[in-house]
C-alpha cells in the first residue's frame, strides 16, 4: 500500500460514511442505476395514488358520462405505474445482489491489507480475536447499512417528499404547513439521534469484546481444558455478555423513545390533514378522489416517516458499529515503509550491525537500553552463533534484522544496504526463519511448506520435503501431503513442527537464515533429526542462530556471547573453549548438568 493511500485511509477513521463511499466509487455506476432503480419505483408507488385519483374522478360522473376511452386511459395508466413499480425494485435489487457483497469485501480486503502492514508488536498488544472480529462487523455493519439505507431509508424519505408534492394539487398551504411541521419533526429526531451516538458506540464497544473473547477462549481450548477452567471462561463469558446486554438495552430502548415520539407526531399529523381535506368538500374546493388521494397519501405519510425514522436510528446503530471498529483498525503502522523505500537485492547476504542502541518503546522511562552501541560484522556464507543469559539481548538482534522493530541509534546493513530505506515485503524475501514455535496454517501439508513460495511446484515442494528429512512422516500421515495439521500444527509432535519449518526454508532459499531456538523444545531424538536437517539447510547461506544448547554449535564458523546488550566474546568455538570466560564458563555448567541428568 502506497503512503498517500495509507494516509487517505487513516483519515476516513472516525468517518464510517467516508469509507463507505470509498468502496462505493469504483463501482458508482451501479450504484446510481440501483438508487435511480429505486427513486423510481418510490416514484412509481407514490403516484399510483395519484393515478387511483384520477381513475375515481374519472368514474366518479357515472357510465354515461364518463368516456369509454379516457376511463381505459386511466386504468392503464394505473396499471402501468404498478407494473413499472414492481420492476424498477427488481432491478435495483438484482444488481445490488452482485455490488454491495463486492463493496463489503472490498472494505475487509482493506482492512486486512493495512492490518498486515503492522509489525509484531502490534499484534503482541491486542487480541488477535478481537481484530479479527471487527474486520468482519466492519463488513456486516456496512452491508447492513447499504441495505438499510437503500431499502429502508431511500424510499420513505422520497415518499414523503412526493407525497407532500401531490398534496399540493389538492392544497398548496396543506402542503406548505405539512412540510414546515415535516422539518421540525425531522430537525427534532436528527438532533435526539446525535444525542444517543455515546449509547449506540458503547454497545459497539462491548459487541467488540464479546467477539474477540469468543474467538481467545476458542482458539485456546485445549489450554482451557488443562487447567479444568471451563467453569471460570463461562462465567468471564458471562460478565461480557452482561455488559453487552446491557449496553444493547440501552441503546434500542433510547431508540425506541424516538420512535414513541415520532409515532404520536405522525399521527397527530395525519389526522389533521385528513379533517383539512374534509372541511375542503364542504366548501365544494375537494373532489371524492381528493378526498381519496389524500387519505391514501396521509397513510403512506404516516407509514413511510414511521420507517424511516426505524430505519434512521436503526442506521445510527450500525454507523457506530463501523465507526468503533474503524477507530480500531485504522491506526498507523508504527514501522511504515521509508517514503522513497527501494527493494533489497542481496548478493551475498552479508549482514552488520553498526553502532546500535535500542530500547523497546513499552520500556520504563530511565530504563538501560537492551543493546547499547552494539557493533557486529558478519560476512556472507558465514555461520555465526549467538549466545549469553535471558535478557542479554540475543533476539533482539534477530528482530531489528527483520525489522520488525527499528533501533533509536545506529543502522542494520544487509550487503552494505541500510534495511531502514528498504521495503518491507524485498527485506522478507532475502530471510528465512526457523524458530522455536513453529507457526502453522489450519492447512494442508502441502500449503504449509509451499507458503514459502508459493509459485513452487510439487517436485519442488517434495524435494525440500526431503532435504528437510522429513516426507517419509508425511507420507505415513492419513492423507500424505493432503493431510490437514490442525490449528497450529496441532496434529503433528513438535519434531515433526520444526522440520516442515525447516523444509519451508529450504524452498525458500534465501540467502540468510534465522535460527531461534530451533531445537530446544525437542526431546534428544527429534532433535538429532532436525539437526541433520539443520545441517542441509546452513549450507551455503549466512547463519545467525540464537541457540541455547552449545553443542549444536560447535562446527559454526564464530561464537559470539552477548551480556547486557553488550558483545563480550567473539571467536571460533575451539578458541573460545580454550581461552578462559563466559563462553567456557557456560559450556562448563552444561557438561556439568548433563552429567547429573545422566
Not at 422520497?158 to 398534496?167: K, Q, S
Not at 439521534?193 to 454497545?203: A, L, N, V, Y
Not at 527493494?343 to 520500556?363: C, K, M, N, W
Not at 534484522?401 to 530505506?421: E, K, T, Y
Request: include cysteine.
Amino acid at each position: 500500500m502506497q503512503r498517500a493511500d495509507t494516509s487517505d485511509l487513516l483519515r476516513l477513521a472516525r468517518r464510517p460514511v467516508g469509507f463507505l463511499f470509498r468502496h462505493l466509487r469504483p463501482h458508482a455506476g451501479s450504484h446510481i442505476t440501483i438508487l435511480l432503480a429505486v427513486l423510481g419505483a418510490v416514484g412509481c408507488s407514490v403516484g399510483a395514488n395519484y393515478a387511483v385519483k384520477h381513475l375515481i374522478d374519472t368514474l366518479s360522473g357515472g357510465p354515461s358520462n364518463a368516456d369509454a376511452a379516457t376511463v381505459w386511459l386511466a386504468f392503464a395508466i394505473l396499471a402501468g405505474v404498478i407494473t413499472a413499480d414492481n420492476m424498477l425494485w427488481r432491478v435495483g435489487g438484482w444488481i445490488a445482489a452482485d455490488r454491495f457483497p463486492r463493496a463489503t469485501a472490498s472494505m475487509r480486503a482493506e482492512l486486512f491489507r493495512h492490518l498486515s502492514g503492522h509489525s509484531p508488536g502490534y499484534f503482541a498488544n491486542r487480541s488477535a480475536g478481537t481484530l479479527a472480529a471487527r474486520i468482519s462487523a466492519t463488513g456486516t455493519a456496512a452491508f447492513t447499512v447499504l441495505q438499510n439505507f437503500t431499502w429502508h431509508t431511500v424510499p420513505p424519505a422520497v415518499a414523503v417528499v412526493l407525497a407532500i408534492a401531490f398534496l399540493a394539487s389538492v392544497d398548496p398551504i396543506m402542503a406548505g404547513c405539512l412540510v414546515i411541521a415535516a422539518g421540525l419533526l425531522a430537525a427534532g429526531v436528527a438532533w435526539l439521534g446525535r444525542k444517543g451516538e455515546q449509547k449506540h458506540d458503547r454497545f459497539a464497544g462491548h459487541a467488540a469484546a464479546v467477539d474477540g473473547q469468543l474467538v481467545d477462549v476458542v482458539q485456546n481450548f485445549s489450554l482451557v481444558r488443562a487447567f479444568g477452567a471451563f467453569g471460570r471462561e463461562a462465567a468471564r463469558l458471562d460478565d461480557a455478555l452482561a455488559g453487552e446486554t446491557a449496553a444493547r438495552r440501552e441503546s434500542l430502548r433510547y431508540l425506541e423513545k424516538l420512535r414513541l415520539v415520532h409515532g404520536a407526531a405522525t399521527a397527530v399529523l395525519t389526522a389533521l390533514l385528513l379533517a383539512w381535506v374534509v372541511h375542503l368538500w364542504q366548501l365544494g374546493r375537494a373532489t371524492t378522489g381528493d378526498i381519496v388521494l389524500v387519505c391514501t397519501l396521509g397513510f403512506t405519510i404516516l407509514h413511510a416517516s414511521r420507517d424511516l425514522a426505524m430505519a434512521l436510528v436503526d442506521l445510527t446503530q450500525y454507523v457506530a458499529r463501523m465507526r468503533e471498529a474503524l477507530a480500531a483498525l485504522l491506526v498507523a503502522h508504527d514501522l511504515p515503509d521509508a517514503e522513497n523505500a527501494h527493494a533489497l537485492h542481496a548478493r551475498g547476504g552479508g549482514v552488520e550491525f553498526q553502532d546500535i542502541t535500542f530500547r523497546y518503546p513499552s520500556a520504563p522511562e530511565g530504563s538501560s537500553p537492551v543493546l547499547q552501541g552494539l557493533n557486529l560484522a558478519i560476512p556472507q556464507g558465514q555461520k555465526v552463533g549467538v549466545v549469553g543469559r535471558s535478557g542479554a539481548g540475543k533476539s533482539t538482534l534477530l528482530t531489528l534484522l527483520q525489522r520488525h522493530s527499528a533501533p533509536q541509534a545506529g543502522a542494520v546493513l544487509i550487503d552494505g544496504d541500510d534495511i531502514a530505506g528498504t521495503t518491507r515485503e524485498s527485506l522478507a524475501d532475502m530471510i528465512a526463519v526457523v524458530p522455536q514455535d513453529v507457526s502453522l496454517f489450519h492447512r494442508s501439508v502441502m500449503e504449509n511448506i509451499r507458503y514459502a513460495r508459493p509459485d513452487a511446484t510439487d517436485k519442488e515442494v517434495l524435494a525440500a520435503a526431503e532435504a528437510a528429512r522429513c516426507r517419509d512422516f508425511i507420507e505415513a500421515l492419513p492423507e500424505g501431503f493432503d493431510t490437514v495439521v490442525g490449528d497450529r500444527g496441532a496434529k503433528l509432535s513438535g519434531g515433526q513442527r520444526q522440520r516442515l519449518a525447516i523444509a519451508r526454508a529450504l524452498l525458500k532459499d534465501a540467502p540468510i537464515l534465522l535460527l531461534d531456538e530451533a531445537t530446544s523444545a525437542l526431546d534428544s531424538e527429534s532433535e538429532a533429526e532436525v539437526q541433520r536437517a539443520l545441517d542441509r539447510l546452513m549450507v551455503g547461506r549466512t547463519v545467525i542462530a540464537i541457540a541455547h544448547r552449545l553443542a549444536t554449535l560447535t562446527n559454526f564458523d564464530r561464537i559470539v556471547v552477548m551480556e547486557n546488550g553488550q558483545v563480550i566474546q567473539d571467536g571460533a568455538p575451539d578458541l573460545l573453549m580454550r581461552r578462559p570466560g563466559p563462553y567456557q564458563e557456560m559450556v562448563r555448567r552444561q557438561s556439568e548438568s548433563l552429567q547429573v541428568a545422566a
